[in-house]
Nanobody, 122 residues
């Protein structure tokens, strides 16, 4: 049974930082591209960042470029999202996803975590 479990959500002040982790089990982690998406209630889920199977290729949404960093540790079956210079607009539920190929769209991702809430306060 495939499971993706996100950790690290919570409350941060604007300008602060949070680090999300997503631990995968039940799949061969290194064969999947990984993505982070976020969703605000009433809005569509949107791409935040993605990383290729080897970690050699990364993509970011324009809204987070220069502030967020995605990385992965294949032996630990874990993908990370370091979020710096947080703004109120970063408040959302953050989801990690596994799929192939690396994409900014949700469709190629086969597996999803349950999500973790990130709230940025002023």
């Amino acid at each position: 049974q495939v499971q993706l479990v996100e950790y690290g959500g919570g409350v941060a002040r604007a300008g602060g930082s949070l680090r999300l982790s997503c631990v995968a089990s039940g799949l061969t982690f290194s064969t999947y591209a990984m993505g982070w998406f976020r969703q605000v209630s009433g809005k569509e889920r949107e791409f935040v960042a993605g990383i290729s199977r080897s970690g050699g290729d990364v993509h970011y949404a324009d809204s987070v470029k220069g502030r967020f960093t995605i990385s992965r540790d294949n032996p630990k079956n874990t993908v990370y999202l370091q979020m710096n210079s947080l703004t109120l607009e970063d408040t959302a539920v953050y989801y990690c996803a596994a799929g192939y190929p690396l994409s900014v769209l949700t469709r190629p991702y086969d597996y999803w975590g349950q999500g973790t809430q990130v709230t940025v306060s002023s």
